[in-house]
């Protein structure tokens, strides 16, 4: 395989507030492959979103700080280069949002939305002629953009799409504004695109549909996605392989199948069992919440909340990232360096009865105080 | 519902703020407490004269028919005789009226081109010293007396400097500009006649400037804390991500969704410069309608004194339609969303 | 608001102590902001200078205490100097005294009008908020047509009516600035209703009254307070203005607005005559509205 198209290599990320600083994220790394779409799943507030932010370049510096790292885009690192991530932003990034009723902008009908990211995206500066021109809707190619949107808006299954390019956001219902967001993300016909959480805020059989749009252009275009959410039923949709999150730490890295068919970090097997299966619903698979930033837990940061938690070597030494297997890492000192596959799921199984034995698992910490 | 209707929605509004307006107007100058004829001829006059008085303008009949006769008059353009020129104070309002109109619009003119820009750089340096330097600025001037600021003006820039004429609506010109709208620089304009409208123009700018100082800090504060709420908006950092010069959001896409908030302070700016053009045209002796009005209340001439707040609360009427209009153009959600709102 | 039924002791106690933490805060605050501290005391000063002003002022006799104002026509038009600070006026009176005691007149005129704009306004708005309904509507509809006049042009058209001299001034400046106060009012009770504990006094059959100056009442302090001190100098502003017409205080009162007026008949020669009565409108002014943003980010509350 070709080198990867992105490699986020340690990255660290502070925010400093009034409350003091807050390590959101704690020496992240994943890669993704060209053409491949890589999930990144987690519970709200676990810096998934400083993830993308960071990659995008979006990330607001101050608060924001991005102590340690890399940003590897096609071997380049990013971080380094400033102008070179506002070229690439433009260029050959994009992104979509989780909410589609504020990411567009209500004052102007649609297509001049789009018209704006097709002719200004990756732009230093405009003059004020520029202002006045766009203001006005003048623009040189303004034909050739229109039947671009239009192309795109059609491939969206927008329904009108000449129509819709002339109508104001509040015109439009939540989906058909997420339609339009993606068509604005992939106007310049990105080569990767940011998914954050772009289906969260839509009905479930909007949500499908958005997916199922998503997915064909990932294979029609060739994209290379990074998908954000908290729902791994969503992530098994979408993925190729799944990255999972945890405090600002990746703490499980693996193909969607193996994930799904054998979870060996105790908070992925957490996870699974909180995925609706009928209520629609989130279960309550895991006890606890996100630690605080401004103090985390010592050794692994899930240790609290872990119901196999080891007293004394959990809560002392810091977790490194395990191989097992191929392809597959876990950070969990329930493993070890270079373990076969097949070892680690006998382990993972068998933890996982234990779990079940356990009558409240509200009483997960109890067995380490034998 | 559509542009349109939302249009006709609001126009139809402002007829009965005008005839509330007018039935306030007329109330507040005869029962207060009552006596017209009797200011207006003096206290040495004599009963008869009195009572002659009172039959002439009517004012022994009820005062709803009394009104009546007023809004029958009104419609067709008779506001009643003036007691200080003799004329028709309709007549008079027209001549008095293009050189208030003239002032007061370019005044707000100014505010608007100095206290926009103001407000945005105050924005996007908030808390910091462009910030509280317009803050400053903004606190001095709706704290300054307009009638203060307009002598601090000619004693600085027209007696001191020679800069500007003190007083006065044009000098001595030849040929004087043929009256076509009243408004001296679109008359010298249309007649070409660039001595004219050169000093006319000079006999602007002080006057001008004074009435502008308060609604120059009214619109860059409510320029800068809109422009700061609709920053943090997500479309922008939509449009941040997509890699769009900064410049292009600030001004094209943040600057026209905050400027709609700042239009309704300009609206109400506008009447509060109506107000202020009673004190600064006495300073700077403009010959417009307040200045008339002001004579009118010392005189104790009620028909014209009614005539002129009338104008006055009806151009503020009109004013803040207008706004509502362009309201509507920058933020279109008002018409969209319809009654909800 | 929770602490609607303190039962026990030491929820009272808490209360008080969250009270005092809450006051604390409020002070801190108000002293955050520089401009506050400093219109603070600008109005300090002038509160002073407005009790003093017979013992600082030197010729308290030019400005007419104790009888009418004074002339000595070998003195006019004599420009500042060590004796006379902004110097003297066409009748050869000092114009720092009358400047010092016009400071008690424009307070005055400021807490005059005030007084009588929240008196009208206030009970009109709480009315209309807490009936709602018809009457509520019609009123507020009033209050609407009211508003649409700028407050000095519908003043000088009570004036007109009326013989110019301070007091009317002061009653047409009144006459016409309670609206804003109802406008106010109504929005809060309107938004203290919503709260549900109002609604609950009402379901136990408590009267009308009690509840406006139980629940309601005390809610909209607040807000009225702010606005008070921000609408105080704009008062004084107007009143000032109408001084100046000459449709406020006669001469020789020495109102500022009106020794503007008199000295405009001898600029520039005699410049100091307008300037500094002029200069202290502006500082008072400046004093109430630093004061009034500073208690408006003390309390924390929107007025307009």
Redesign the interface.
Known sequence: MTDPILDVHDLSVSFDTYEGRHDVLNGVNFTINEGETVALVGETGCGKSVTARSVMGTLPRPPGDITSGKIRYHGDNLLADEDAHEQVKGDQMSMIFQDPMTYLSPVYPVGSMMADVATYSGRKDVSSWEILKSFLGHRENAEEIRERSIELLDRMRIPDPEGTLDRYPVELSGGMRQRVIIAMALINEPEFLIADEPTTALDVTVQDQILDLLRERVTEQNLSMLYITHNLGVAREIADRICIMYAGEIVEVGRTEEIFDAPLHPYTRGLLDSIPKLTGFEGSGIDGQIPDYTNPPSGCRFHPRCPAVMRGTCDMEPVEHYAVGEDRTVACHLYEDGMEFEEAAAIAADEATYDNEEPQPAEAGVRSKQ | MGYRDYLIKRGLSTIPMFLGLSVLIFTLARVIPGRPARLALGPRATDEAVQQLREQMGLNDPIWQQYIEYMRGLLQGDLGQSLISGRNVATDLLEYFPATFELTTLAMLIAIVVGVPLGVIAGQHKDKWPDNASRLFSFFNVSLPPFWAGILLQLFIAFQLGWLPATGRIGDVSPVPVETTGLLLVDSTLAANSAAFISAAQHLILPAITLSLAPVADIARMTRSSFIEEYDKDYVEGLRTHGIPNRLIAYKYVLRKSFASTLTIIGLDYGFLLGSAFVVEIVFSWPGMASYGVEAILQKDINAMVGVTLVVGAAFLIVNFVVDILYGFFDPRVWHEGESE | MSDTEPTTSDASTSTLARQLEDLDRVVYRFRQNP?SVIGLGIILAFILIAIFAPWIAPYPSDAGYAGEPAVHYDQKFEPPSAEHLFGTDQAGRDVFSRVLFGTQLSLKIGAVVLAAAVSIGVPIGLAAGYFGGRIGMVLM??T???L???????A???????E?SLTNAMLAIGAVWWPWYARLTYGEVLSVKKETYVEASRGVGASSVRTIFRDILPNVLAPITVKMSLDM?YAI?VA??LG????GAQPPTPEW?TM??QG?DY??AQ?WY??FP??A??LI??GF??LG?GLRDMFDVEVQ
């Open positions: 401009m509809r009033i609407d047509v009211f649409s006049v700028p407050p000095l042009v519908l000088l058209s009570v004036s007109v009516a009326l110019p100098g502003l000032s203005a100046f017409l000459g449709l607005g503007v007026s405009r600029l520039p410049w307008s300037t002029g200069l409108i502006f002014v400046l509205n630093f943003d």
